[in-house]
């Protein structure tokens, strides 16, 4: 059975970090691609970033560029992001997803399970 736990979330000043991380199970987790995305309070469902199964290819939305990085570690079977200098923007539930395939895309079809979020605030 396919599990994906997100942890890492809280409150962080604006120009703060947090690092969030996906602990994945259930299957061969080196063999598909992982996407980090996010909810806003009253907005839709935002891709943040992705990376291709052995992380060789990644992508980043305009609005994280710079201040975010995602990486994976295939011999713990997790997925990271690091935010950096963060914005009261940036708050949000941030979920990790599975891909279908060895890519990491902005489709939200090619995912076909969710870890239950972590809520990121980030407030003076």
């Known amino acids: 059975q396919v599990h994906l736990v997100e942890s890492g979330g809280g409150l962080a000043q604006p120009g703060g970090s947090l690092r969030l991380s996906c602990a994945a199970s259930?299957?061969?987790?080196?063999?598909?691609?992982m996407t980090w995305a996010r909810r806003a309070p009253g907005k839709g469902l935002e891709w943040v970033s992705g990376?291709?199964?052995?992380?060789?290819?990644?992508y980043y939305e305009d609005s994280v560029k710079g201040r975010f990085t995602i990486s994976r570690d295939n011999a713990k079977n997790t997925v990271t992001l690091q935010m950096n200098s963060l914005k009261p923007e940036d708050t949000a539930v941030y979920y990790c997803?599975?891909?279908?395939?060895?890519?990491?895309?902005?489709?939200?079809?090619?995912?076909?399970?969710w870890g239950k979020g972590a809520l990121v605030t980030v407030s003076s």
């Open positions: 997803a599975k891909s279908i395939f060895i890519r990491a895309t902005r489709e939200v079809y090619e995912y076909d399970y």
């Open positions: 990376i291709w199964a052995d992380g060789s290819d990644t």
């Open positions: 259930g299957f061969t987790f080196s063999n598909y691609g």
